[in-house]
């Protein structure tokens, strides 16, 4: 569906522990995005990479960590350090830098217990 | 960085009337304007973007304008439906040098039958 798919649909994580949140896109897209919605927030910029082996900090790129080791795959992990993690994360993807189109997941939906 | 402003935030019209939203952003050097809408617990999806080379873009029942000089473009759907309804996010971006985007918060668009 779309191309592009996070899993889980819903996560739910202990306090303290470290939660890894799955994005795979068949899509031959080079750049992939990782964003976090809160409601009354808008959608803000966590990770993005541009091409393998390559990513740069968003704007709210603490307590998060990202890696791009294959063209399909952008899994981000919530660490212990993230003091607010409640939130529904969307990751998305676009062909290059020219301004392209981005295709969004269905997102996953952290709950912190 | 850039900032985007979105207003308003909810939004209420009769079907049949027309809706304006509007947005504002302060990097000059953005070229590129895009609109997202998300249905409730569905993912964003490209409903129509412009680029600063033209001032207006039409797509059958929606329009965006863009004054680059006063910095602020707008979205405008006519003759609106109930499946209109929904949470709409414009967003800026600069080509060639970082084309992350950057989102406003978000309108939550009610049509009321």
């Known amino acids: 569906d779309g191309g592009i798919t996070q899993s889980p649909k819903y996560l739910f994580r202990k306090e303290g522990q470290n939660v890894t949140l799955s994005c795979e896109q068949n899509l031959n897209h080079d750049a992939m995005y990782w964003y976090r919605q809160d409601p009354g927030q808008g959608l803000r910029l966590i990770y993005y990479s541009q091409i393998v082996n390559d990513f740069q900090k968003g704007d709210i790129a603490e307590g998060y960590s990202v890696s791009r080791e294959k063209k399909e795959s952008f899994p981000l992990t919530v660490t212990s350090a993230q003091k607010n993690p409640t939130a529904f994360y969307l990751c998305?993807?676009?062909?290059?830098?020219?301004?392209?189109?981005?295709?969004f997941g269905q997102g996953t939906r952290l709950t912190v217990v | 960085g850039e900032n985007v402003e979105q207003h308003p935030s909810t939004l209420s019209v009769q079907e049949g009337d027309s809706a304006v939203i509007k947005c504002t952003y302060s990097?000059?050097?953005?070229?590129?304007f895009p609109w997202y809408k998300q249905e409730l617990g569905k993912r964003p999806q490209l409903i129509i973007d412009?680029?600063?080379?033209?001032g207006e873009k039409k797509d059958q029942r929606i329009a965006v304008t863009l004054n680059k000089t006063a910095k602020h473009f707008s979205l405008h759907i006519t003759e609106t439906q109930p499946e209109d309804s929904a949470v709409y996010f414009c967003?800026?971006?600069?080509?060639?040098?970082?084309?992350?985007?950057?989102f406003g918060k978000g309108t939550l668009l009610t049509v009321n039958p």
């Open positions: 998305a993807s676009s062909t290059d830098s020219r301004n392209t189109e981005a295709f």
């Open positions: 967003a800026a971006s600069k080509d060639r040098s970082n084309y992350k985007l950057t």
């Open positions: 990097d000059s050097a953005s070229n590129y």
């Open positions: 412009i680029r600063s080379n033209v």
